[in-house]
């Protein structure tokens, strides 16, 4: 539903609300879920569980826009990034009020 209502949005604002943004988000949410889950129930760790599993995530977004940047020959996007961010406070949120 998101992903449809990002075309009727002004001109000027259409590439904050991409389909690749929503992939980020979602994505950056998945793996940083289960990143805290696996850092929580294999590799016990209790401390540094959000830290570690957020560094991770982010680590992974900006490899991928590394491989944009040179392999793809397409530009640095900071607004991916930030999508990454979002995703990765959507999956600690979604860790710490949902058990699956």
């Not at 929503?22 to 793996?31: L, P």
């Not at 570690?52 to 990034?81: C, F, N, Q, R, Y």
């Amino acid at each position: 539903m998101f992903a449809f209502s990002c075309y009727a949005l002004p001109e000027i604002e259409k590439d904050w609300y991409t389909y690749d943004k929503v992939k980020h988000v979602a994505y950056s949410a998945s793996i940083m879920y289960w990143t805290m889950s696996f850092n929580k129930n294999f590799a016990k760790v209790k401390n540094n569980n959000l830290q570690i599993s957020a560094g991770i995530t982010i680590s992974i977004g900006g490899v991928k826009e590394l491989i944009d940047l040179k392999i793809k020959k397409t530009e640095w996007s900071w607004k991916d990034i930030t999508a990454d961010i979002a995703g990765i406070a959507i999956g600690a949120v979604i860790y710490n009020n949902i058990k699956i």
